[in-house]
């Protein structure tokens, strides 16, 4: 927990708005106050992470990958993972007619990937949409697919 010292210091809060924050803003204060056990945290959780990537198995080729990045899944990675089979069924309904094939080879995959594995996969894909949305041609998007995915591309 961060003194108030140290908060106006790492942070470059005047003393008197820390203080009027500490009495109007409370919920602001306190997370301040907290921000480096919410940083060990997440390093801690990154290093797991970091981790658990080199346990998984390669199951998906290029091609599946690619479907399930063309998917438009509009939330984050941590509100799909539990229910990923289900999300991409419902995205794939309008598809049923024309990519039966892929779909029925992709869904006892993700079916079968752990909740860490969902994870990290949804992670890269919403990583590699919003790169997508935001490219400026300053990357080889290709090489940058292969960089992302590269743990869940079957050899």
């Known amino acids: ?11 470059g809060i005047a003393s008197k708005t820390l203080y009027n924050w500490s009495e109007s803003r409370p919920e602001l204060y306190e997370f301040l106050k907290k921000s480096d056990d919410y940083f060990d945290k997440a390093r ?8 658990y990537k080199k346990t998984i198995i390669p199951t998906f080729t290029k091609s599946e990958l690619q479907f399930l990045v063309e998917l438009d899944y509009k939330e984050k990675p941590t509100n799909l993972f539990e229910e990923f089979p289900e999300k991409f069924l419902q995205l794939c309904s309008k598809k049923l007619s024309t990519d039966n094939k892929i779909i029925i080879e992709i869904l006892p995959k993700i079916t079968t990937l752990s909740h860490i594995e969902k994870y990290l996969l949804l992670d890269k894909i919403y ?29």
């Open 44 to 51: 801690d959780l990154n290093l797991l992470l970091r981790a």
């Open 1 to 11: 927990m961060l003194k108030n010292s140290e908060i106006i210091k790492k942070f």
């Open 127 to 155: 990583t590699y949409q919003s790169k997508l949305k935001d490219s400026k041609k300053d990357i080889d998007i290709k090489e940058y697919f292969l960089h992302l995915f590269g743990i869940f591309i079957k050899k």
